[in-house]
T-cell receptor, first 115, second 113 residues
Framework: KQEVTQIPAALSVPEGENLVLNCSFT??????LQWFRQDPGKGLTSLLL?????REQTSGRLNASLDKSSGRSTLYIAASQPGDSATYLC??????????????FGKGTSLLVTP | DAGVTQSPTHLIKTRGQHVTLRCSPI?????VSWYQQVLGQGPQFIFQ???????GRGNFPDRFSARQFPNYSSELNVNALLLGDSALYLC????????????FGPGTRLTVT
């Protein structure tokens, strides 16, 4: 069974800092990995999708890396802003006979960026 | 273009009742997936539908069922509601089933009292 773990569970940083969020998964046989942002009580916004053959993806101040063999991904946020405050979720896509190509999520990292 | 839409936004039900949640995918997307997110946890996969057929099912009891219509919209039905069914129910759409990127709707907040 695929287990997805996100560390730390919560993080508070002052505005302007660069930060790294970590995600690990137990089964390296993944198709891709997605990072999402979730504001309180809201749906998920997709930030970055990394295919299993890729090493990293970048979008603006965000950079996500993937090391499939070690079962790890990191989300790097440069020059953090108060508007980045949200919960960040990591999800891996695997395939099995029951769930098809479902996303398996971690519990998320709650980020607070203080002015 | 409109994103994934879900209705209703919020819902309060009593234990033992039945509930129907609705989802409309992004225009052109033919696959819809449902997830349950309990407070403080990551979303858990419930169902995936593509071209009106079930393509995946998570580890949920038979009280949970879903269907997809010819216009690719979808309904999630939950019977005999329990307090533990209180959660945010998220719908995601993708062009097809498989490994495509999924786009999520705003969710329906279900409270069971």
């Amino acid at each position: 069974k695929q287990e997805v773990t996100q560390i730390p569970a919560a993080l508070s940083v002052p505005e302007g800092e660069n930060l790294v969020l970590n995600c690990s998964f137990t089964d390296s046989a993944i198709y891709n990995l997605q990072w999402f942002r979730q504001d309180p009580g809201k749906g998920l916004t997709s930030l970055l999708l990394i295919q299993s053959s890729q090493r990293e993806q970048t979008s603006g101040r965000l950079n996500a890396s993937l090391d499939k063999s070690s079962g790890r991904s990191t989300l790097y946020i440069a020059a953090s802003q108060p508007g980045d405050s949200a919960t960040y979720l990591c999800a891996v896509r695997i395939s099995n006979s029951n769930s098809g190509y479902a996303l398996n999520f971690g519990k998320g990292t709650s980020l607070l960026v203080t002015p | 273009d409109a994103g994934v839409t879900q209705s209703p936004t919020h819902l309060i039900k009593t234990r033992g009742q039945h509930v129907t949640l609705r989802c409309s995918p992004i225009s052109g997307h033919k696959s819809v997936s449902w997830y349950q997110q309990v407070l403080g946890q990551g979303p858990q996969f419930i169902f995936q539908y593509y071209e009106k057929e079930e393509r995946g099912r998570g580890n949920f009891p038979d009280r949970f069922s879903a269907r997809q219509f010819p216009n690719y919209s979808s309904e999630l039905n939950v019977n005999a509601l329990l307090l533990g069914d209180s959660a945010l129910y998220l719908c995601a759409s993708s062009p097809r089933a498989g490994t495509y990127e999924q786009y999520f709707g705003p969710g329906t907040r279900l409270t069971v009292t």
